[in-house]
């Protein structure tokens, strides 16, 4: 009976074994890089688009600051001709009881 050596006889096989392995940790680590290549897009994307609603979001607010600052100069111009007039009436109106 011969002794044979197993690496010998199984050496065809064992190619194919070991190249099955190393070709899927290598396909493994070339998806994985792709598929974080990927996800760094579509990240990137998200945060354009949120960035833009942000920016619509701060332009409407600015609209919306500056109508409320012109409706508050308004009405304290009001507010200020009111208390003149205000002060003209109590003043015509010590006058006449003065008179009286």
Do not use: P
């Not at 002794?3 to 190249?19: E, P, Q």
């Not at 290598?26 to 897009?41: C, L, V």
């Not at 508050?72 to 109106?93: F, G, I, P, T, Y």
């Amino acid at each position: 009976m011969e002794k044979s050596n197993f690496f010998v006889d199984n050496f065809n096989s064992l190619i194919a074994f070991f190249g099955t392995v190393f070709g899927g940790i290598i396909g493994w680590f070339t998806g994985k890089k792709r598929s974080n290549a990927e996800t760094d897009a579509i990240e990137i994307g998200n945060f354009a688009k949120g960035f833009e609603t942000y920016q619509q979001l701060l332009d409407d607010l600015k609209k919306r600051l500056i109508a409320v600052e012109k409706s508050n100069s308004d009405l304290a111009k009001e507010l200020h001709k009111c208390k003149k007039d205000m002060q003209q009436v109590l003043e015509e109106k010590i006058k006449s009881l003065k008179n009286s």
